[in-house]
Every structure is written in C-alpha cells, then in structure tokens.
C-alpha cells in the first residue's frame, strides 16, 4: 500500500508540473510546438521501454482507426487547447478546470453513449457547473472576456478527454496499456510535427536551446511518459477508481508549483471554485449502496 500510494502521490506532483511547464513553454515555442515537444519525448521514452521488452509484437493488428481518433482525442486536440488556454489563464487555474473531466465524462455517456444517469449525479454536475462559474471570477456573459476565452478552451480539453475515454473503453478494451500509450503518443507526434510545419519551423531550433530541452524533457519524460506508467500502475495494483483519486491532488500540486515557481496568486474564488467541482465530482461518482435483501428461511 506504500508503493501505491506513493505512486499516486507521485503523480499528482508530476502532473501538477505539466501546467506549470506548459506555462513556461507556450511562449517561446506557441501552442502546437509544445504539443509537438510533449508527444516526442513521452513517445522516445516510451518506444525505449518496448524495445528494452522486446514486445514488438503487440503492434500488430492494432486497431488503426480508433488510435488515430483516440490520439486526437486523448493526446494532440486537448493539449493543444490546454496550452492555449494557458496564453489567457494561470496553470493553476487551469489545472482546476481540468479537474471536471469526470463531470463531463458523465455527460458525455449521457449524450453520446446512452449510459444511465442517477439523480445524485445530476447533482454532482450542477455542482461542478456552479464551480465554474466562480472559477470564472467574470462576467458569465461577457464571452469576449480573456479569462472565459482560456475557460473555454479548457473546458474543450476536458471535454476531448471525456470523450477519448468512453472511446478506449468501449473500442480498445482489448489493446494493452503499453500498446495504447505508445501508439497513440506516436501518431500525436507525427499529427503535431505537421501542425508545426504550417504554423512555425523556427521552433525545431528553439526546442535544442538548453532551458526549453530541460521544460520539455520534465513535460514529456516525466507528465507524458513516466506519468502514463504510475497511472496504469494505480490502476492494475490498485483500482480504476483509486487511480482517479489523482483528480483530486493534481489541482492542489499545481496550485503550489504555481505559487512557488511562477508566483502565482491563489484567490479565494479559485479555492471556492474548486471546492465545488470536487464536491461535484465527488457526488457524481458517488456509487449508489447495493440493498441487502434478508434471506427467507423456510420450516
């Protein structure tokens, strides 16, 4: 139980980083250069563990299509969004909108997948949608606002997450964890190099100057490729339900690096904000108590 708790805690410190190091990385290199950087050293790192296993095997027969659409979906889209909102918001900020995935996961399933949903989770959602609303600190009807424009955004990535996840539930339930992070990193690397291509080259040169290697090393070495393993590792030894515990602590870790990095301030409403999304979090996840029927005992 050490291990598997240290390994949460562990991750939500790494994740909690990736905010802060696409922060730092958003300027020099825009929003799809450091997509482009992330998906590299999170593939490199990750094709090194797979060769080091010889498991080369597992490459075959995999689904193409849905990888494709789930790297979109899971990786390339929302990291781009994620790193445009945070040219508008703060990581800290943004690291507590992204803690509603799960409220929109739900909804998703609603919508799109035809799950069932409970009247506590309806409350959950209302919960985290009134969060929202204090996060923004603005005018909810001044859309043109810069901070709604970064909320926006991350909410989108929040909503590519939730859907990417139904997806690889229902489609790649038969592909293993190492074979859907490795393909999936590596077709976000090729669609990101691309988008770079249109947008700026110069950023291939900036990537190699030393404080910009460093930030991309610790964003996809570390909040790409090492964070993939400790989350799958929660979920093997431990559960999908205490895997998604890291939901919680991440905010909490990004606010800190934040503040003791890039001075960042913490103001009451993004606490409030935040206590609100983990209580809708928290009720819409909420699994209902099985009834105990008392067993008939007969003459």
């Not at 889209?77 to 509603?100: Q, V």
Request: glycine letters at 10%; one cysteine or more; hydrophobic letters at 55%.
């Amino acid at each position: 139980m050490v291990r598997l708790y240290g390994a949460l805690f562990t991750l939500s410190l790494i994740w909690g980083t990736s905010f802060l190091f696409i922060k730092l990385l958003v300027d020099p290199l825009g929003a799809w250069g450091v997509v482009f950087g992330r998906c590299l050293f999170g593939t490199v790192l990750l094709l090194l563990i797979v060769a080091f296993r010889k498991d080369w095997k597992g490459f075959k027969g995999l689904p193409l299509g849905m990888i494709i659409l789930v790297s979109l979906l899971n990786n390339a889209i929302p990291w781009y969004l994620i790193a445009l909102s945070e040219t508008k918001i703060t990581s800290s900020y943004a690291s507590l909108i992204n803690a509603t995935t799960p409220i929109w996961t739900l909804i998703i399933g609603f919508i799109l997948f035809q799950n069932k949903l409970r009247l506590f989770q309806w409350l959950g959602i209302a919960l985290g949608f009134f969060g929202i609303i204090i996060l923004s600190g603005v005018d909810v009807t001044n859309i043109m606002d810069q901070s709604v424009v970064g909320l926006i955004t991350m909410v989108g990535a929040t909503l590519c997450y939730g859907f990417s996840t139904h997806l690889t539930k229902k489609y790649l339930i038969n592909v293993s964890v190492t074979m859907i992070s490795v393909s999936t990193l590596t077709v976000s690397t090729i669609f990101s190099f691309i988008m770079v291509l249109f947008t700026d080259t110069s950023i291939f040169t900036m990537m190699l100057e030393p404080s910009i290697f460093g930030a991309l090393v610790g964003l996809g070495v570390f909040g790409s490729g090492i964070a993939y393993l400790l989350y799958y590792y929660c979920i093997q030894k431990g559960s999908p339900e205490f895997a998604s515990l890291v939901t919680y602590l991440v905010p909490i870790s990004a606010m800190l690096w934040g503040a003791i990095i890039l001075k960042e301030e913490i103001h009451l409403s993004m606490i409030t904000g935040f206590i609100f999304i983990l209580g809708g979090v928290y009720v819409s996840s909420k699994k209902p108590k099985e009834k105990k029927f008392p067993i008939s005992k007969t003459a």
